[in-house]
């Protein structure tokens, strides 16, 4: 597919040009990526336990080579050897082919990745990127809606209650979030004219997307997250409601298999964000002054890559480790009635301004300057106004007196509240007081 | 949906225009296309059928790549296969793991209009087709300028931007009708965990989450029940579905020593064997000043925490 999708490419205006790529070029870098991800998998496990073990005060893995390094590919031998267990009730050609699926859509989002310019192999000058073509961004989508059959699939075929509803709630929560994730992306296509990863990244020169177009980056890296199924959006395989999710009647390789299609779409996403919001492999601002741009040439932007790509994972394992795991109703509400209204508002006005700048003379600049100062004026006009007699409603004076039990159990007080008179004093204070009989719990607050 | 994306190809193919690549790879993909098609048509399980189709749409999106339609190639992908078959799927997954079509007619002669109706289909597609005249051919070099998407959308929002609109406005409509349609006032305010909540504690049950199995028992195991802080056995922490089985483990049994120990027999130390193992294990650290369980039934912690303390070094289970 991709040697027809770069077969099929008409000539980029300002992207990567591949004219000078010959068969084994492409094996090289094919296989590069390969490496490269398989590899980014085994210190992603372990960079994720390293890092939320500090979070936690802990040490994590470091028993296993230097600095524990070595205890994902430990971990992953151990996987290897495992029996290899075929649910007896499952379907059995979905249940194997589930897991490759999975992998084999993951694979293939990195070949339109731009890890840098164009450089000198072997006497090829060829753009460090397997391909591009014009709509390089949707095939990554593409690959993404069909990686999730995977999850959805292994979930149905095992033939297990679980997994099944693992499953189920992985088709809604892609659906949803994928909307959103489309919908911001759809801002930077504006923008940048282009939906081919590396002319996205030329349009970048002088400022990165994320500036911008900051509410479409935030939508877009918290639908990435929902995306990928992780922390606090990993309904799917939620350890405490699901067992497993669509893992639960997984084992060794196949287990393994899904385990890394999980990882190489986090790093998925996170180059996408990286390419399309954060400029790419392009150097940050101070470095890429230096000495004429000599950090954005040759073999240096791979560096910028990883490093942006990195600062994303460690995103993931942050929000993994602070946050804790949605409910699927507020998930499904945050994503629709919250995630896509917010991004189809945004794509609105991102469009009107692109649609001003380009079919009329007016001076975005200014006119942006004066709806800016057209807001403020109401805003401060807004001071002036009287506002409505809601506070007349409220003349208490002093703390009010709340029913602890009102609800059936004993609750503290809030500010602004107080309990009424313990009847236990009262008791002490005058004997057999009139009301303590008709309360017999005492409003004691727990716990306090 | 094979035949129609072979019309294409096979034009081109006459037109001598096709590459060997996109040669061959039509005749690889066109077979797989025709026996997933057929598999759609006499697969047993719906989930199967889905599949099929599946791969029959992805087939057809390397097909829409091999003659420049890289856009097109991609959105179906995109929307057919990563969206509406997924719904597709998900409405076949709730129905059931295991469904198979059901092959009752549920409309008379039902069987038959759906036959002449697809001959009508075929005959009309067969007329318009046949008589269907093509312009001479541009060149996919013209029609994808400057870019194939570029391209697209210059007809789409040029040349046919009415049509796009009132197809994009029937959509609207017909999901703002499913929307009307299926929605059904609420009669009854919300029951949310809140409520749930308050429910709970009002009718004085357990607020806190039940007891699991085995906890706190000798064995680790679902069906043996869990000891609650009196020491006796809680039945309602083995699965209600192990209970109506029958296959919960003898209650009596660890009743019986629990018994034997609130009885006091800890206290003595002489006895058989596993009632000095037993007595042992009770005697944990700092429950020497307590009383006995026996006098203070209500406050008997000591069996359960000896049960977590040291459990494993003489019993054997």
Redesign the interface.
Known sequence: ?IA??A????T??TGADFSDDVFWVWLVKAVAILVFLLVSVLIAIWFERKVVARMQVRPGPNVHGPFGLLQSLADAMKLLFKEDMTVKAA?KL?YVAAPMIAVFCSLLVFAVIPFGPAVWIGGHHTPLQLTD???AV??I??C???G??GI??G??SS?STYP?LG??RS??Q??SY?LSMGLSLVTVFILAGS?STSEIVSSQKTLWWFIPLLPAFVIYVVSMIGETNRLPFDLPEAEGELVGGYTTEYSSMKFAWFFLAEYINMLNVSAVATTLFLGGWRAPWPISTINDGMFNHGWWPILWFLAKLWFFMFVFVWVRGTLLRF?YDQFMKFGWKVLIPFALGWLVIVAAVQGLRQFSDLNVRTTLFVLAGVVAVVAIAAFFVPEKKVAATKPRRGPEVIDPFA???PVPPMPGQTLPPSPRKERAAAAAGATAGSDPTTPEVHGG | MSALAAGPVLATLHAGQAST?EAI?FWVLAPIMVLAALGLLLAR?A??AA?AV?LVM?CL??MY??Q?A??LG??Q??VY???IM??F??VL??VG??QSDSLVETIRGQRWIGLLAGIGLAVVLAGVVGRATFPPATGL?SA?D?????GLARLVFGSYVFAFEAVGALLVTAALGALVLTHRRRLTPRVG?RELA?AR??AGAVLTPLPAPGVYARHNAMDVPALGPDGRPLEHSVPRVLRVRGQQADEREYAARIERVLAGEWAGGEGSTALATTTEAVETPGSDENPPPHARPDVGAPVPGAATDKPAQEEQG
């Open positions: 597919m027809l999708l077969a099929s490419s008409t980029a205006q379907d979905v073509f014009p709509v949707l095939y989508l593409a993404a809606s069909v999730v059959y959805v699939l979930g149905w033939n099944l499953s189920v088709t809604a892609v659906i994928e939906m409910r609800a059936g159990y | 690549g790879l399980k989930v199967h599949l599946i992805i999106a390397f790549v091999a420049d890289v856009f991609v959105v992908v995109v296969t990563g969206a997924m719904l799927l998900f997954m709730l793991v295991d070099d994808n400057p870019s194939n998407p570029e965990q308050d504690v009002k």
